[in-house]
């Protein structure tokens, strides 16, 4: 697991600039973190924010920026801690949180299987 130091420092060695911010590509992400992690943060952003796409020309790269990549980090994490937990017996379940409505279309309604994280 990861704490937010961690993270920013390796966000720090495997950024590039791309326009005007850091980014890391999405491949580069998915080896870090897993490829359920990079769709995670994918989702739950439309764009913009977590992540984005960059072209000259007709070639485009997808990647992540600082929040999103903290976001994988914290999925790959949440991953690790329930992974433990099964193979320790100590799962524990709780109720999914509320989302706030603009999220809901975005997020809630989408299962998993969709998000490609099953």
């Given amino acids: ?4 130091a961690q993270v920013k ?23 870090l973190f897993g490829k359920k992690a990079v769709t995670y943060a ?4 439309k764009g913009g ?9 007709k070639y485009y790269v997808e990647y992540l920026t600082f929040e999103g990549f903290k976001s994988a980090a914290v999925y790959a994490n949440i991953q ?3 992974e433990n937990q099964q193979k ?5 379940l709780l ?3 509320k989302v706030n409505e603009k999220r809901k279309n975005n997020y809630e309604t ?8 099953s």
């Fill in 95 to 97: 109720k999914k949180p």
């Fill in 80 to 82: 690790e801690i329930r």
């Fill in 42 to 45: 994918r989702m739950v952003d």
């Fill in 88 to 92: 320790e017996g100590d799962l524990i």
């Fill in 110 to 117: 989408k299962t998993e299987n969709d998000m490609g994280l």
């Fill in 9 to 31: 420092e390796l966000f720090g060695k495997e950024a590039f600039l791309i326009g005007n911010n850091d980014g890391v590509l999405i491949e580069i992400a998915q080896k």
């Fill in 49 to 57: 924010h977590w992540w984005n796409v960059y072209g000259i020309d």
């Fill in 1 to 4: 697991m990861l704490n937010s």
